[in-house]
Every structure is written in structure tokens, then in C-alpha cells.
């Protein structure tokens, strides 16, 4: 399975042709204006954390073990307190080690491990407005943004960023504590992501299996997270769907157009109207 990760990551790399609820609300089917390319970043919030060692540097490289390299991205308490839900966020996709996530035995195994000991998610936990902030920020990502990077690094680095975002999304301590039209409102987003990704896919970008998974992994918690009878039917009559929800990886060979990633967006679409 790591083998199988590392080589759906060197795709991402590489195969670039280029508060309350309310119980009633009803969701559209997402669609987006394919014509109409919008690229909005999200500023940096102001009290973002500047990790004072960087990977790139003497001084990263002079760290002599991996437990070295983590005490030097500990935020300290006396700032991690005061930072804002946003900050922190920010704090996650601008830690030096989260690429940690694709060199454990799953996705899901190393992001239980950073929501244990990573002093910015463990905070994280704690806010309760914090898959409100995820949402605002997911809202305003445009996956065929890709479309504007021309070299590998920035192609990577945005495709990268998307999955470290939705990774964290769908992470039970967080979507065990939101609302039922949180969820929602994140399995409209994830369906959005996720045609994006496939619109460009078919065109001049090719996004990596891996991409469409996580978009996908993130309407599946979310729906699961909310007790959702059909999807949690259908985990029980399929191996393949139950090896998703635990790990966030299929296995080889299953594909964007294969029945089980089908029927997740089927029942995505049942959910969210």
C-alpha cells in the first residue's frame, strides 16, 4: 500500500500535461462554470506561525534526528493560545513535516498521529468553530487553478495543498463535533472539488487518483459522521468502501469510474438534497 501511495504522489508530480442547524436546508447539485476560472488565495492570517527552521536550510539539515526536526516545529504554548482557528489551519499546511501523512501505512494511520502530536492541530481540536473555518477556506479553493503553474514544483505544490486541506477535513475529532449542516455544506464542497478535478482531468490536467480519492474521502466522513444510513449500508456490502473509510485509500487498480467511487458520488448527491 505505501507503494502503491508513492506512486499516485509522483503522478500528482509528474502527469501534468500541463451554527445552528436547521434539519430543512436543500443543496443544489454543485455545479461549477467551467468557462468562468476564478483564483482567489486565501490571506495569510495575520497572526500566521513562522516555523523559525525550515526544510531547505543549513539549519533544517543540520538537525540530527526526526524527533530534533519536531521539537523544532513545536509552536510555542504561549503563542499557540492566542493564534486565530485560521492561523491555525494555516499552521498545518505550512508544517515542515506533514508530508509524514504519505510515509505511514495509510493516509488515515498519519494523520492520526499528527492530530495526536502536533501541537497546532491538537489546538485545533479544541476550537469549536473549527470545521467552519475548514469550510470557508475549502469554499474559496479552485482546483482548475492548476491550470496557472507551469512547472513542477508550483504544479505539485498546489495539488499537494488541496490534500493536506482535505485530509484534515475529514477527520472524525473534527466532524464528530459539527453541525448537521456543516456536513452538508462539505459534501457539496467535496462533489465540487471532486468535478473540477474530473473536468480538467479530461481535458489538458491530469489530477491523480489520489486526488480524486481525498475529495471524495471527505463527503464520505462527513456523511459518516453524520450516521448516514445508505453509505453506512453500503461500507457493510463492500470491502473496498470499508478499506476507504479507515485508511482513505482504495485499493490499486480502482479508479474514478469504478462502481464503488460511483456509487460515493451517488450517494453524496442523495445526502446533500
Not at 494511520?109 to 467552519?132: A, H, I, W
Amino acid at each position: 500500500m505505501k507503494l502503491f501511495y508513492f506512486f499516485a504522489m509522483l503522478i500528482i508530480m509528474v502527469a501534468v500535461s500541463c451554527k445552528k442547524d436547521d434539519g430543512e436546508h436543500n443543496f443544489a447539485i454543485p455545479v461549477y462554470d467551467y468557462a468562468v476560472l476564478q483564483c482567489n488565495n486565501y490571506p495569510a492570517p495575520q497572526d500566521t506561525y513562522n516555523y523559525p527552521v525550515k526544510p531547505g536550510t543549513a539549519a533544517w539539515s543540520n538537525l540530527p534526528t526526526a524527533d530534533a526536526k519536531w521539537l523544532a516545529c513545536k509552536i510555542p504554548d504561549s503563542i499557540l493560545l492566542k493564534m486565530q482557528t485560521q492561523a491555525l489551519i494555516q499552521s498545518w499546511l505550512d508544517f515542515p513535516l506533514r508530508s509524514d501523512i504519505f510515509t505511514a501505512s495509510s493516509l488515515q494511520f498519519g494523520m492520526n498521529y499528527m492530530m495526536q502530536n502536533f501541537s497546532g492541530l491538537v489546538e485545533l481540536t479544541k476550537r469549536p468553530d473549527n470545521e467552519e473555518a475548514l469550510l470557508e477556506r475549502y469554499t474559496i479553493i479552485n482546483p482548475g487553478c492548476i491550470q496557472n503553474y507551469t512547472t513542477l514544483p508550483d504544479i505539485g505544490s498546489f495539488s499537494l495543498n488541496i490534500m493536506y486541506l482535505e485530509a484534515l477535513m475529514a477527520q472524525d475529532l473534527l466532524l464528530n463535533k459539527s453541525t448537521a449542516l456543516i456536513r452538508k455544506q462539505l459534501v457539496s464542497e467535496g462533489l465540487k472539488k471532486y468535478k473540477f478535478k474530473e473536468h480538467y482531468s479530461n481535458n489538458a490536467i491530469n489530477y491523480a487518483q489520489a486526488d480524486f480519492g481525498l475529495s471524495l474521502y471527505v463527503c464520505a466522513k462527513a456523511m459518516k459522521a453524520s450516521n448516514y444510513q445508505p453509505l453506512l449500508t453500503a461500507i457493510s456490502n463492500s470491502t473496498n468502501l470499508k478499506q476507504f473509510i479507515e485508511t482513505a485509500y482504495f485499493p490499486a487498480g480502482i479508479t474514478d469510474k469504478s462502481p464503488d467511487m460511483q456509487l460515493l458520488i451517488q450517494l453524496s448527491t442523495n445526502f446533500i438534497n
